[in-house]
């Protein structure tokens, strides 16, 4: 039996800001990463997202990224590791408030954005985030780039991990992810990222830009929240994933 978790980056409103369909994707998957503050979110959406995912029995998550909200965590920081540390165990930190607040358990960490992006090629980067989760809570599980330095790293360390590929996202032949500022960053077919997600599930491999096939074994999936048609393209994955005979769960169940 294949099984697969699906996560979500959620809570990425802030103030009179709205982003997303939080409250729809909720229904489609298994675990969310929530913003805590510094590229997006604040404590009003931070508490209510959290509310709205513990009531639907989704796994939660803590998504830190770089205290950049103007350019929504999407831009490279030259930061000392002492600061990459006290990021993660501020951020981390606060959205546990609002899971303990409401009942819950913090399931995982998730980097985000450029943080995510450098970590998986800076094992000294990924180290840092790696100790700063292990020193607020050790059985919380990283989750990262499959084959990257931060999944190295985090399990070095001593974090149970999580590998996560992209649903609709392309590859790079050293396994990276094909830069944001390249216009084939995105796969907007969306039968091709469904052919892709049944490739790396069940056969773990995906084509790479240079034709390439990577091998690559998920835990994860992630969707992207903030597409316009990220509702309509979670419920369809949901869906041809169950109809493939690929059971959904929380990567907390998974591990």
Do not use: W
């Amino acid at each position: 039996m294949f099984h697969i978790d699906l996560n979500c980056d959620l809570g990425e409103g802030f103030g009179n800001y709205r982003i997303g369909n939080d409250e729809e994707i909720l229904r489609y998957v298994t675990s969310v990463n929530i913003a805590c503050g510094f590229h997006a979110g604040d404590p009003m959406v931070m508490g209510k997202t959290v509310k709205m995912a513990l009531e639907k029995g989704v796994g939660v998550g803590a998504h830190p990224g770089f205290p950049d909200l103007m350019g929504f965590g999407r831009r490279n920081m030259l930061v000392s590791t002492e600061e990459i540390k006290a990021y993660i165990i501020y951020q981390v930190g606060a959205l546990i408030g609002f899971i303990k607040a409401n009942g819950g358990e913090l399931q995982h960490v998730k980097p985000h954005g450029a943080l995510y992006n450098m970590a998986a090629k800076d094992y000294g980067l990924g180290r840092a985030i790696a100790e700063a989760i292990y020193q607020v809570d050790k059985d919380t599980i990283f989750v990262g780039l499959a084959n990257s330095a931060m999944i190295e790293a985090a399990k070095d360390v001593g974090l149970p991990v999580a590998v996560e590929v992209f649903a609709d996202r392309n590859y790079n032949s050293d396994g990276s992810l094909v830069s944001r500022n390249l216009p084939n960053a995105m796969i907007h077919d969306v039968e091709l990222c469904f052919q892709r997600v049944l490739q790396m599930v069940k056969e773990n491999t995906v084509e790479t830009v240079e034709g390439n096939l990577l091998k690559i074994k998920p835990d994860t999936i992630c969707l992207h929240g903030d597409h316009p048609q990220a509702v309509a393209f979670a419920a369809r994955l949901e869906e041809m994933l169950r109809v493939n005979g690929i059971l959904l769960k929380s990567m907390g169940e998974n591990l």
